[in-house]
């Protein structure tokens, strides 16, 4: 057995076309509880379909990352390589952990 990879040690899988797609950073919302994120697009002609990838319990980050894997990042240049665009976002219990601790109403 061997340690998890570093969180930094991240590669793409061999399906991935880079040269396919490109990756912004934008900002889902415009109120208090903003959330940056990652929208994963096809080069070319679009339109394109989409998909917005959702999290699972916990204060995960837009990727979902797991000791070195990187599930959501994974899935969004995968889709992107094949013509799909595809939208990640931080949690807002990542995001925003001291605000959530301190909501009565969480």
């Known amino acids: 057995m061997r340690p998890a990879a570093a969180v930094g040690d991240f590669h793409s899988a061999p399906y991935v076309h880079p040269d396919s797609f490109s990756a912004?950073?934008?900002t889902v919302g415009d109120d208090a509880w903003k959330l940056p994120g990652t929208l994963t697009i096809p080069k070319g002609a679009g339109?394109?379909?989409?998909?917005?990838?959702?999290?699972g319990s916990g204060p995960n980050d837009r990727d979902e990352s797991v000791g070195g894997a990187k599930v959501f990042r994974g899935l969004a240049?995968?889709?992107?390589s094949r013509g799909m665009a595809v939208l990640r976002y931080e949690k807002r219990t990542r995001q925003y952990p001291q605000q959530w601790a301190e909501d009565a109403n969480f």
């Open 24 to 26: 912004s950073e934008v």
């Open 47 to 55: 339109s394109f379909p989409a998909l917005v990838l959702v999290h």
């Open 77 to 80: 240049e995968g889709l992107a």
